[in-house]
């Protein structure tokens, strides 16, 4: 490789990982002593999360006021007012030290989230009816919350929570299709502020409780270098089949995605090893990192961790979390599934090997290497599976294990080497502080995702449920095919500004109640999980989505490939998890709802499996062979037979219980299209 091309390669790594520090929270990297201020408050803020899940005793709302206070002041600390030197004022810009000015407005915007705490006795006494202190430390709060969310997530989140503020006010006004009876100042600010049905509702409250926990524990596993570890097992176990690097880049983003709530950190702790393989194989620079996009985006979707969304979908739905887990596995898995065998079909069309098994290390020497990096998690897999712990417990009990391991390992193989110990014991503990102030950063933007979010949701419950309901049915003209269409579209658009967390929180606030209402009418019985699980499918999907897919330029720049490309191939390698939602809407098999099987779950996963594979061949013009054009509806139908059969057995006049043996119909179809390929298959092409 020449010297431009290696510059070429740092540099696109390096802006791929700017992209992740940024959305971990790494803003400001302030000089001298100031240097300090941020990490600590952030580790402050760690041992206080760890402190109420263990031994200290607080108010829920104590507890979001606390949370929220500590992410705004953060915020205003860590991230300068405008990312690039605006009126010739510097101050408002700079990177390398934190202006006198935001620490006032950090302390301030932190105590008028503490406010709530500070007075809650008074403020208890007088909901509904606040004095104009309330409205004042309120007003501040709302402002300074936005101008938060603007300066970490980015404008969108606070544009759409203005819109609905503005709505609440001006809802009188507005057409007659939409309009409001509006609300009184007094009556937001008790909603939004003094009460926890607003900012401090349950998004925020269940980021404070059981988020947190969980992405500690991400950031502890991957400042352990579990990440590393992750994708040199992938290798070692998968590099040498047919485009083995792209297989290792989908199972190393799925394990970290089992623990990481981002698109973009998964990508740049995957791919930057897996990305340069894919391309050294053969696959172009656009399809290596489309597939990484497409691996780390949906790493979200696995059981059992799914991101920050899971936890609110088990509160939003009023059911325990393992329930969310058992009704996620399938789509994830069956996903996940096709993403492997979607990279198998692009490793035949281009005629791809794998990597050398010489070249590859030993699968058993890889495995027991870092045997002591899947110890926190499959404890944490028993607390949550086995024990059935409460999440905030089981991820609690799981970080001390993880402690544990991050002290200890430096020393054992300094011991091994025969190296001093006591200096590695030392860097054991630098490791878990850096680890908890990590955490606590990546913590800041799902806060201020909630909380901001927890406006609109405030704004809803002020009695726009209804409305909204309304509607929609009327946009959709009471079709509630059109509806989920409608419903896509939105998630994709509002997704594109919007951390995941904060895309679902809005769609379903908006949407959720409504797919169940309209689905009712129309005499579809739309079990409410499917509906909140169709929201954050397409919340995940918009994060590489056109134009503005971060992930995508993420991956873009490791490989030095288009965007824009790079992002409408990883959405075409995506389309068949789009699918999935508008399957298990109609098909709650899907999502094993009244379904306690083993058997039965087991033969579902694995028709829900072909039928993405018969999708996945469709999309991509291959099966054993190139398609020809006719076969395409073919591949499609199978797809229908495998994931609708209650569809089918209605159309041939079966009974609902009897819907499992239409699969049949769809196998023999597959085996059909199968054997009539098999029989176009040039003679002595390679396997």
């Not at 104590?62 to 300068?80: C, D, E, K, S, T």
């Not at 007003?139 to 969310?149: Q, R, T």
């Not at 947190?212 to 040498?240: C, E, H, N, P, T």
């Not at 991101?307 to 596995?329: C, L, M, Q, R, S």
Request: some cysteine; glycine content about 8%.
């Amino acid at each position: 490789m020449s010297e431009v091309e290696t510059g070429k390669k740092d540099e696109g790594l390096e802006l791929a990982r700017q992209m992740a520090e940024e959305e971990e929270g790494v803003g400001r990297k302030p000089r001298g002593p100031a240097r300090y201020v941020i990490p600590s408050i952030a580790v402050v803020w760690s041992l206080f999360q760890l402190s109420i899940a263990s031994w200290l005793i607080l108010d829920s709302t104590f507890i979001r006021a606390i949370h929220l206070g500590f992410a705004l002041l953060l915020v205003f600390l860590n991230y300068p007012l405008f990312k690039k030197t605006r009126f010739g004022l510097k101050f408002l810009s700079a990177k390398n030290k934190i202006p006198i000015l935001d620490y006032i407005i950090g302390i301030i915007a932190a105590l008028s989230a503490l406010y709530i705490a500070i007075d809650y006795a008074g403020m208890s006494s007088r909901y509904g009816a606040p004095i104009l202190r309330d409205i004042l430390f309120g007003g501040i709060l709302v402002i300074f919350l936005l101008e938060a969310a603007r300066r970490v997530i980015g404008p969108a989140l606070p544009v759409i929570a203005t819109m609905f503020i503005l709505y609440s006010f001006l809802g009188p006004y507005m057409p007659d299709l939409i309009a409001f009876r509006g609300t009184s100042l007094n009556r937001f600010m008790g909603q939004m502020t003094m009460s926890t049905e607003g900012i401090y509702g349950i998004p925020l409250d269940v980021s404070a409780t059981i988020v947190f926990l969980f992405v500690l524990f991400g950031a502890m596993l991957d400042r352990a270098g579990a990440g590393k570890y992750f994708i040199q097992l992938a290798l070692s176990l998968l590099g040498g089949f047919k485009g083995g690097p792209a297989k290792a880049a989908v199972m190393g983003s799925g394990f970290t995605g089992l623990v990481s709530g981002s698109s973009i950190a998964n990508i740049v702790t995957t791919g930057t090893f897996t990305i340069p393989l894919m391309k050294k194989v053969g696959y172009p620079a656009k399809k290596a990192a489309a597939i990484e996009v497409a691996a780390s985006t949906d790493g979200q979707l696995a059981p059992p961790i799914m991101g920050a969304a899971a936890f609110i979908i088990a509160e939003y739905v009023n059911v325990p979390y393992i329930d969310v887990i058992k009704a996620a596995a399938i789509p994830a898995f069956a996903s996940y599934a096709a993403l492997f065998y979607i990279t198998h079909i692009e490793a035949s069309k281009l005629g791809l090997q794998g990597i050398p098994r010489s070249e590859l290390p030993s699968f058993w020497e890889t495995l027991f290497k870092g045997l002591h990096y899947l110890l926190p998690i499959l404890f944490l897999l028993y607390e949550l599976i086995i024990v059935r712990h409460s999440p905030e417990l089981a991820a609690f009990n799981a970080i001390w294990v993880m402690a544990i391991v991050m002290l200890f390992q430096r020393p054992v193989k300094a011991y091994l080497k025969k190296q001093a110990i006591g200096e590695a014991f030392k860097q054991g503990i630098v490791d878990i502080f850096s680890a908890l102030a990590s955490g606590a950063r990546n913590m800041v933007a799902v806060a201020l995702a909630t909380a901001a979010a927890g406006i609109i949701v405030g704004v809803v419950a002020l009695g726009l449920g209804q409305l909204i309901t309304q509607i929609i049915d009327t946009l959709s003209g009471g079709n509630i095919f059109l509806m989920l269409v409608i419903t896509a579209i939105a998630s994709l658009v509002i997704g594109m500004g919007l951390p995941t967390t904060a895309t679902y929180i809005v769609m379903a606030s908006l949407t959720a109640p409504a797919i169940v209402t309209i689905g009712g009418m129309q005499g579809f019985i739309v079990p409410l999980m499917s509906a909140h699980l169709f929201c954050f499918y397409f919340g995940i999907l918009a994060d590489d989505t056109p134009p503005v897919g971060l992930a995508a330029y993420a991956a873009a720049a490791i490989a030095k490939s288009p965007p824009i490309a790079t992002g409408i191939q990883g959405f075409m390698y995506d389309i068949r998890t789009a699918i999935l939602p508008f399957m298990f809407i109609f098909n709650s098999d899907l999502i094993l709802h009244n379904i306690s099987s083993w058997t039965q779950g087991l033969l579902i996963f694995a028709m829900a499996c072909f039928g993405n594979f018969a999708f996945a061949s469709a999309t991509q013009g291959f099966f054993i062979v190139r398609n020809k054009i006719w076969e395409v509806p073919l591949f499609l139908s199978v797809t229908l037979i495998l994931m609708r059969p209650d569809l089918i057995a209605s159309w041939i006049g079966m009974a609902h219980e009897q819907r499992y043996w239409t699969y049949l119909i769809g196998l023999g179809l597959y085996g059909m299209i199968y054997l009539v390929q098999w029989l176009r298959k040039p003679k002595k092409a390679s396997e």
